[in-house]
């Protein structure tokens, strides 16, 4: 088979999944309007006797919340009910028929998560453009805020997805690591912002999330959007970004080979 | 001739008395996932502390609320929580037992199906859950002004009940579309996000549409909001009359044993995954 039939075979498994659920759809827009709502208000009422703080005005503190909610779409897929999460494989044991297939697992697990964050993307995007035309998201200042925004947040999800893979990969060196995934994605959403900009939160917690890769996956996008962080300073986060790309591609690449060791095929 | 059956009888509870305690022995068979499951369940709990700290710091109260009042409204909101994961949180992961068949098996055993629910493991995580719900209860008391009768201890720990009851009776109504469709546990999820998110704050904060859909569509406004609302002195400034908040625990004790007949019917017409 043709390596690209292969790939694109592999990308649309979840979205696949997706479509031939409607309810599900029906569920997800009707989450995101609300949600993006609820936000909204509470945002616009907490800066009700306020004007700016931490930096951010009224406007800018909305648009930043509202997108981190639209953002946490783009890696929301429901694989749990399509039974394929690596945590499920390792508890059936069917993770041995990942290493039975002609792709490579890691392959597979690259173009799956392709397929769903593109996915994703686009409901994102549809989100994004019912905002902006309802007035709820500000627009970028200028042409290049959203170049600079594009590849920042191009950079983070390419973050974002090792850092999940990392997650995953956990599940072959402990038997049970459900609290282990929990803690780790709250600190995902916690220290990237997604709770509430990292802005509002004390020095000393800035400084201890400017040392770990969470940050890079949206709250550095977030923040060239809305302009807190300023276009001169851009060069610098988009290397930082690239950087946790590089050391996390090799750390998870080192693990997927350490990960293939223990997988025993049932009987041995 | 056969004795009468006793109107109540201790021996259920002795059978759940020792499933538990084999359920917690199990847990402790993996220590590390045991002493992390307890800290996710604090860590869960110190991010709403950490958030609303945040918010309280950054801005100049919320909706003419101190921030007392308001740590309250999260304390008795996360209490509340704690208790439910502890006793009846398991009907959170319904859908997933409809889907691995486990439940068809619950219904070939003399025990009640949502008994067996309830017991299928023991909620670790509640133990971090409540550990940070009292200390956020202790901070919000030492930090309050009102005065503490026996009466008003006396409500705050109703209404702490009924705020679990009310939660237990969203989750079961959750469960009872589960039982039809497995795919609801989407909705459960979102159900959790949105406590978490918006149950531990005055809602007045939000525009009127929003806090009357937080009030009436979906009931979140009477977990903490209007117990603390009635406790602080803000019952009258609620947009509801004030019996009506003033009456959340019972509602919450209502809603549940209303949620328990609707489970009864919908366990009738549960056809599970092979018709």
Same mark, same amino acid.
């Given at each position: 088979?043709p390596? +690209?039939?292969r790939?694109?075979?592999a990308?649309?498994?979840?979205?696949?999944?997706?479509?031939?659920?409607?309810?599900?759809?029906?569920a997800?827009?009707?989450?995101?309007?609300v949600?993006?709502?609820? =936000?909204?208000?509470l945002?616009?009422?907490?800066y009700?006797?306020?004007?700016?703080?931490a930096?951010?005005?009224?406007?800018?503190a909305?648009?930043?919340? %509202?997108?981190a909610v *639209?953002?946490t779409? %783009?890696?929301?897929?429901?694989?749990?009910s399509?039974r394929?999460?690596?945590?499920?494989?390792?508890h059936?044991g069917?993770?041995?028929?990942?290493y039975l297939r002609?792709l490579?697992p890691?392959?597979?697990?690259?173009?799956?998560?392709l397929?769903?964050?593109?996915y994703g993307?686009?409901?994102?995007? %549809?989100?994004?453009?019912?905002?902006v035309?309802?007035?709820?998201?500000?627009q970028p200042?200028?042409?290049? =805020?959203a170049g600079?925004?594009? =590849?920042? *947040?191009?950079?983070?999800?390419?973050?974002?997805y090792?850092i999940m893979l990392?997650?995953?990969?956990l599940?072959?060196?402990?038997?049970r690591?459900?609290?282990?995934?929990l803690?780790?994605?709250f +600190?995902q959403?916690?220290l990237?912002?997604v709770?509430a900009?990292?802005w509002?939160?004390?020095?000393w917690f800035i400084? *201890?999330?400017?040392? *770990?890769p969470?940050?890079a996956?949206?709250s %550095?996008?977030?923040s060239?959007?809305v302009?807190r962080i300023?276009?001169?300073d851009?060069g610098?986060?988009?290397?930082?970004?690239a950087?946790?790309v590089?050391v996390?591609?090799l750390l998870?690449?080192l693990?997927?080979?350490?990960?293939?060791?223990?997988v025993?095929s049932?009987?041995? | #001739?056969? @004795?009468?059956?006793?109107?109540f009888s201790?021996k259920?509870? &002795?059978t759940v008395?020792?499933?538990?305690?084999?359920?917690f022995r199990?847990q402790?068979?993996?220590? @590390?996932e045991?002493l992390? #499951?307890?800290a996710?369940?604090?860590?869960w709990?110190v991010s709403?502390i950490?958030?609303?700290?945040?918010?309280l710091?950054?801005?100049?109260?919320?909706?003419?609320w101190? @921030?007392?009042d308001?740590?309250?409204?999260a304390a008795i &909101?996360m209490l509340?929580?704690g208790?439910?994961?502890l006793?009846?949180?398991?009907v959170?992961?319904?859908s997933?037992h409809i889907?691995e068949?486990?439940?068809?098996?619950?219904?070939?055993?003399?025990?009640?199906?949502?008994?067996?629910?309830q017991?299928?493991y023991?909620?670790t995580n509640?133990?971090?859950d409540l550990?940070?719900?009292?200390?956020l209860m202790?901070g919000?008391?030492?930090?309050?002004e009102l005065?503490?009768t026996?009466g008003?201890?006396?409500?705050?720990?109703?209404?702490v009940?009924?705020?679990?009851?009310?939660?237990a009776a969203?989750f079961?109504?959750v469960?009872?579309a589960a039982?039809?469709?497995?795919?609801?546990d989407?909705?459960s999820?979102?159900?959790?996000?949105?406590?978490?998110?918006?149950?531990s704050?005055p809602?007045?904060?939000?525009?009127?549409a929003v806090?009357g859909?937080?009030t009436f569509?979906?009931p979140?406004?009477?977990?903490? !909001?209007f117990?603390?609302?009635?406790l602080?002195? $803000?019952g $009258?400034d609620t947009g509801?009359?004030?019996?009506?908040a003033a009456?959340?625990?019972?509602?919450g004790?209502v809603a !549940?044993?209303?949620?328990?007949l609707l489970w009864?019917w919908?366990? &009738?017409h549960y056809t599970g995954v092979?018709?």
């Open positions: 088979m390596s +690209a039939l790939a694109w075979r990308a649309r498994v979840t979205p696949l999944g997706e479509l031939h659920t409607p309810p599900r759809m029906t997800a827009l009707v989450r995101l309007a949600q993006v709502v609820l =936000v909204a208000s945002w616009r009422g907490l009700a006797a306020t004007g700016t703080t930096g951010l005005d009224r406007e800018q909305v648009t930043y919340a %509202v997108l *639209l953002a779409r %783009v890696r929301e897929l429901d694989q749990y399509g394929d999460t690596v945590l499920q494989h390792m059936f069917t993770i041995v028929y990942w002609p490579p890691q392959r597979y697990y690259a173009l799956r998560a397929g769903e964050q593109i993307f686009a409901w994102a995007i %549809v989100g994004y453009a019912v905002c035309a309802a007035g709820v998201v500000q200042k200028s042409a290049a =805020v600079v925004f594009m =590849v920042s *947040l191009l950079l983070g999800q390419w973050v974002l090792y990392a997650i995953d990969q599940c072959f060196f402990t038997l690591n459900g609290a282990a995934m803690i780790l994605i +600190a959403n916690l990237s912002g709770y900009p990292l509002f939160f004390p020095d400084t *201890l999330s400017g040392f *770990l969470f940050q996956t949206l %550095v996008p977030l060239l959007y302009g300023e276009l001169s851009a610098a986060q988009l290397a930082i970004q950087a946790w590089v996390l591609a998870t690449r693990v997927w080979r350490r990960a293939a060791r223990r025993i049932q009987g041995g | #001739m056969s @004795s009468p059956k006793p109107w201790l259920p509870w &002795r008395w020792r499933i538990t305690k084999l359920n199990s402790l068979e993996y220590r @590390s045991f992390m #499951m307890i996710i369940g604090a860590i709990q709403v950490v958030f609303a700290t945040v918010l710091t950054r801005f100049a109260g919320m909706g003419g101190e @921030s007392a308001v740590l309250l409204i &909101r509340a929580h208790l439910f994961v006793f009846l949180g398991r959170h992961g319904l997933r889907q068949g486990v439940i068809d098996t619950y219904l070939v055993r003399p025990m009640p199906v949502y008994r067996q629910l017991l299928q023991f909620p509640a133990i971090g550990t940070v719900a009292a200390g202790v919000a008391l030492t930090r309050s005065d503490w026996a008003r201890i006396t409500y705050l720990i109703i209404c009940l009924g705020g679990m009851l009310l939660e969203l079961t109504v469960a009872c039982l039809r469709f497995p795919a609801a989407y909705w999820r979102w159900l959790e996000e949105l406590l978490g998110t918006f149950g704050y809602l007045n904060v939000l525009p009127k806090g859909f937080l569509a979906l979140l406004a009477f977990v903490a !909001y117990p603390a609302a009635v602080t002195g $803000h $009258h509801v009359p004030y019996w009506l009456a959340s625990p019972l509602l004790a !549940y044993l209303g949620t328990r009864r919908s366990l &009738r092979n018709g």
